[in-house]
């Protein structure tokens, strides 16, 4: 099942076609807005700081045009006239105080985004984990990696543009154009309306003319990091098939799509700076230009003229930056909306309201009239399909490719959840208890154990983070593992390398029994555990997993009949039914049965 999100129709549309355009498919900048104003409500009082001190650097810095204005008459009065010292110390104060404001302002920015950062980060994480195995099944995990780590960045980004470059870039220039108007209404009115129309035209360049392009480019940063962590992760079997080169070949056509999209969002950011470049020429024109003018016909003294001056040196430079802010803003937006995709997203599987902890109990289990159909599938794989499991019991699941064995220990586990019907596990139907709690109720040993790149120690007591040394080298010594983790040069403390490579298949087995037999649970699941190794092995696993289905209900999935012979029942599926059921002998004394053909072909 695919996972489904709580979408707003003007905010967020899904790809009907995975070649279809990315910049079509995405949210809002004021859905990816919203989302932020939620980060940075985290923390009040540093906001609140960053905004204060902005707005008090930005009022002092309207004050040193005008202070620079009166220095300047001051002196051309000549020293007989006043002193210029005061207008000085006030030019030199409003200056300090203006510095002062803006590394106050940038004190409470730098805490504030650390931990907004953090949380933002590690919140994509949590939520990621807990989208389904086919969300997980269909997705790049090193494209999720790179969407988390550069929303990450990109908050950030966000964040100092707009409190530190955008909102004091449109308060200085409403600022002068104000301060002009009062005094010269001509002068202050041009101004104004270049500014109003730079301002404009900037959100639209970013919005509908660098905006597109830059989602494209981001599709393909995040296809280049899926590429990475595909070709990475499977390197032995690159090496194996000696594909080094044509390796290289597909990811330098993948860089090279990527360099043409990027090529085309950068020029594009070059040419929306001519609007810059001519807007700070019409603005050179208004204020200083009106002002000789002014000037020139007595109206205003060389002091203004100044005045004028140092005002377009200090809107110019805040228009010239706006514009790049802005750009950096859009871009940003455009690179933490994946994150907001994950915050708007849903699992297809969530805890009830009301849920409970499970309660361990023996291990029975029942399935009631169960029904469930696969996302995208319009045949259900289960129809009306009720079976009861005792506690204790081993049960053995045995049939063709897609008969519904996996699918079975999927909705115990809680993985998927029924359309009909309902599962219970000692009288507790698991939608109404937590998953995480279900969860560590049933213990699993996989075909392919995936083991992190943590030392051995660690993997065994993953289901029991808490068990002691004592009880960890006790699992290890159950699960036949004790000898050849005593053999590895830091024992227990070795690292096993990622996802376990360091350890051969057997070994990273037994790792894994271990791990179920520390976890102590009274549910255990054997998905095709000794399916890829040798007789040898197999038989010393099978020795080690005696151990642990002791007192526990037991289900296994295996191929291989000869592991299954001492089960309780086998029961035998076909197209999500149990045709057949009953022990090994029984089963294979039905000579026209299912079990009995499948026993023949082991066999022979």
Excluded at 26 to 40: E, F, G, H, I, K
Excluded at 213 to 240: F, M, P, Y
Excluded at 259 to 275: I, P, Q
Excluded at 504 to 523: F, K
């Amino acid at each position: 099942m695919t996972d489904s999100a709580v979408t707003d129709e003007e905010d967020f549309r899904y790809p009907e076609d995975p070649d279809d355009d990315p910049a079509r498919n995405t949210l809002s900048n004021m859905a990816v807005l919203r989302y932020l104003a939620r980060q940075w409500a985290r923390r009040p009082v540093l906001l609140t700081g960053m905004i204060v001190f902005m707005l008090a650097a930005t009022v002092v810095e309207l004050m040193i045009p005008l202070a620079a204005g009166r220095l300047i008459d001051a002196l051309a009065a000549g020293p007989d006239a006043s002193s210029p010292w005061p207008a000085f110390a006030l030019y030199l104060g409003a200056a300090a105080v203006y510095y002062a404001l803006r590394q106050s302002a940038s004190r409470c920015e730098v805490p504030f985004s650390a931990a907004n950062m953090a949380d933002l980060t590690t919140e994509a994480f949590g939520k990621v984990q807990r989208f389904s195995l086919d969300w997980h099944a269909n997705t790049f995990a090193g494209s999720v990696v790179r969407k988390i780590t550069r929303g990450m960045w990109a908050y950030d980004t966000i964040t100092f543009n707009i409190v530190l470059g955008v909102a004091p870039a449109v308060l200085v220039m409403l600022g002068i154009a104000l301060v002009m108007a009062v005094r010269w209404p001509l002068v202050g009115g041009a101004a104004f309306l270049v500014m109003v129309a730079f301002v404009i035209s900037s959100l639209m360049l970013s919005r509908y003319y660098i905006r597109p392009q830059n989602i494209r480019s981001n599709a393909l940063d995040s296809e280049i990091g899926g590429a990475l962590a595909d070709s990475i992760g499977g390197v032995a079997t690159v090496k194996s098939f000696g594909s080094e080169a044509r390796e290289d070949e597909r990811f330098h056509a993948l860089t090279w799509r990527w360099h043409a999209e990027t090529k085309k969002t950068w020029g594009r950011y070059v040419n929306s700076w001519l609007v810059n470049i001519a807007t700070d020429l019409t603005m050179q024109a208004a204020l200083v230009g009106l002002l000789v003018w002014q000037w020139s016909r007595g109206a205003a003294s060389a002091g203004d003229v100044v005045a004028a001056l140092t005002a377009y040196m200090i809107v110019s430079s805040y228009m010239r930056r706006f514009g790049e802010h802005v750009q950096q803003v859009q871009r940003g937006l455009d690179e933490v909306q994946d994150l907001a995709v994950f915050d708007l997203q849903e699992s297809e599987v969530n805890d009830a309201e009301d849920a409970a902890e499970f309660r361990r109990g023996e291990g029975a289990i029942r399935f009631v009239a169960v029904g469930f159909t696969y996302a995208g599938q319009e045949r259900p794989l289960y129809t009306d399909f009720s079976l009861d499991i005792a506690p204790g019991e081993k049960v053995a699941l045995v049939g063709p490719t897609g008969s519904g064995k996996s699918t079975f220990v999927k909705l115990v586990q809680r993985l998927y959840d029924v359309s009909e019907g309902g599962v219970l596990i000692d009288g507790q139907d698991v939608r109404a208890v937590t998953q995480d709690s279900l969860r560590r109720s049933i213990a699993l040993v996989p075909q392919d154990p995936a083991l992190f790149h943590r030392s051995i120690s660690e993997n065994i007591a993953y289901g029991r983070p808490e068990a002691s040394r004592e009880e960890i080298m006790a699992a290890a010594k159950a699960a036949h593992a004790d000898a050849f983790i005593d053999r590895l040069p830091q024992g227990y403390e070795t690292l096993v390398g990622e996802r376990g490579v360091k350890l051969s298949g057997g070994e990273r087995q037994r790792v894994a029994i271990a791990r179920a037999i520390l976890a102590d649970a009274p549910i255990l699941i054997l998905d095709e555990a000794t399916s890829s190794l040798d007789n040898e092995t197999e038989r010393e696993i099978q020795q080690a997993m005696g151990a642990v289905m002791q007192g526990r209900t037991t289900i296994i999935i295996a191929h291989r009949l000869s592991t299954i012979r001492d089960a309780d029942r086998i029961l035998v599926f076909e197209n999500g039914r149990i045709v057949e059921q009953g022990t090994h002998d029984q089963l294979e004394a039905r000579t026209d049965g299912v079990y009995a053909r499948l026993a023949a072909l082991a066999a022979g």
